[in-house]
């Protein structure tokens, strides 16, 4: 568990954030979106301004800070464009601070670094064709030959996998999983087809296959047999930061709503002045607020040290639901202009849906909470948190 920072330091980078997101982002959100090129040359600057690896020490080329400065940052590139923070949380919290907190000083020395100033760009590999719910249920195998490993199988719907010069993977070895660093230059590493996806255009999402990849056992992430714990804490950890991006599309869809109905007149009102636009505006406000607070919660839960499955669970399965939720509403209120291609409104909508379906979709985290609450139950004979 790491201090937290000072209020001031935060409140610093949130402004630097805003900075870059309101000079180099959101100019260029909308074509990023219609061309869905990913731009790499905002992933680059992001390295240059510490943001990649915002929580790794300043010893591997980080800026020593911690999830909440994290969280900071997706928040406010969620706001401007959900897809570069998609690629943003795929790179900097499921690959590179993955790696960082369960790998060697080998890898911290010789893979943080170049991800951590964008040199590299990294991607994490957990779902295959077969298995994306049920994900422990992987083909991708590993044996051990001598003195290393022999790394086959497929993956897919691997965010920056078109672009990855890194994949933190994940592979049976006997009966048990490990998790693996891939470097995409090893003989055996191929790339499939880039996805033509709905929203979140502009992070590429991609195939991989690994063809008999021979791998050194200092590549091993954690310790051998002990990917499961990894898995499951990564993804735990990816819940709460990516709960941020859509708290981020949710007060973008609500600023938005709420600009258009102060402008627009009909029969001779604003739009803001009907009962019913007045509903949906503070709804949505009220919906933003709570999963804003809800993440927050989980992000202290995050940064103390405490595993927290049921709260990160809540977090993302709210934060994505009421991002869906503003952004329909946004569109209602827009009429017929919010409805057309070239509105904002509605790629927040496109973009909001991924929400419910990456790091586990709405069904699994519903599973994951009632779960968790009845075994507190069983255990306490109370509802915890209350
Ligand atoms: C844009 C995008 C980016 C992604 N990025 C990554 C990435 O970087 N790395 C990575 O490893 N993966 C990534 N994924 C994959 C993502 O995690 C999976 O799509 C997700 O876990 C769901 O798996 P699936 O698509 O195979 O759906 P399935 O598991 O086949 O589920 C289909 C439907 O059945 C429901 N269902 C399945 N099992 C149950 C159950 N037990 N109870 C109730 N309902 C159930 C699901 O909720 C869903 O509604 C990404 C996906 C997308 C679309």
């Given at each position: ?309 049921l ?61 968790a609450l009845v075994k507190k139950y069983k255990r306490e004979d109370k509802i915890p948190n209350?």
């Amino acid at each position: 568990m790491q201090k937290p920072m000072e209020p001031e330091i935060y409140d610093l980078l949130r402004e630097s954030v805003r900075d870059f997101v309101s000079r180099d982002v959101l100019p260029v959100a909308s074509k990023v979106d219609q061309t869905d090129e990913f731009p790499l040359d905002l992933f680059k600057k992001m390295g240059k301004l510490g943001f990649l690896g915002v929580t790794v020490p300043e010893q591997y080329g980080g800026s020593g800070m911690d999830y909440r400065a994290q969280a900071i940052i997706e928040e406010e590139l969620g706001y401007a464009s959900a897809s570069l923070a998609l690629s943003y949380g795929a790179h900097s919290n499921l690959c590179l601070d993955n790696i960082y907190r369960n790998g060697s000083e080998f890898l911290r020395e010789n893979y943080v670094p170049k991800l951590a100033s964008g040199e590299w760009v990294g991607s994490l590999g957990l779902t295959e064709p077969s298995s994306g719910s049920d994900a422990l249920a992987m083909k991708s195998r590993a044996e051990i030959k001598g003195d290393h490993y022999i790394l086959s199988g497929s993956k897919t719907f691997i965010t920056n996998a078109p672009y990855a010069d890194l994949v933190l993977t994940y592979a049976r070895t006997g009966d048990e999983f490990t998790a693996f660093a891939v470097p995409t230059n090893l003989d055996g590493f191929t790339r499939g087809k880039k996805f033509d996806k709905m929203g979140m255009r502009g992070s590429p999402t991609g195939e991989i296959f690994f063809d008999s990849i021979k791998l050194g056992k200092e590549m091993v992430v954690g310790k051998a047999g002990q990917g499961k714990s990894i898995i499951l804490s990564g993804l735990n950890s990816e819940r709460v930061i990516l709960s941020f991006i859509f708290v981020g599309v949710s007060k973008r869809a609500l600023e938005l709503a709420l600009k258009y109905s102060t402008e627009r007149k009909q029969s001779g009102k604003f739009l803001h002045e009907f009962q019913l636009i007045e509903e949906k505006l503070a709804y949505m406000y009220t919906r933003y607020q709570t999963s804003k607070l809800l993440a927050e919660r989980a992000l202290d839960n995050l940064d103390r040290g405490t595993f927290d499955s049921l709260g990160a669970a809540a977090a993302i399965m709210h934060a994505s639901e009421t991002s869906e939720y503003i952004a329909r509403e946004a569109i209602q209120i827009l009429g017929g202009i919010g409805y057309v291609k070239d509105s904002e409104v509605e790629r927040l909508l496109r973009d909001a849906i991924l929400g419910q379906i990456g790091a586990g979709t709405t069904e699994i985290r519903k599973h994951l909470i009632a779960s968790a609450l009845v075994k507190k139950y069983k255990r306490e004979d109370k509802i915890p948190n209350l």
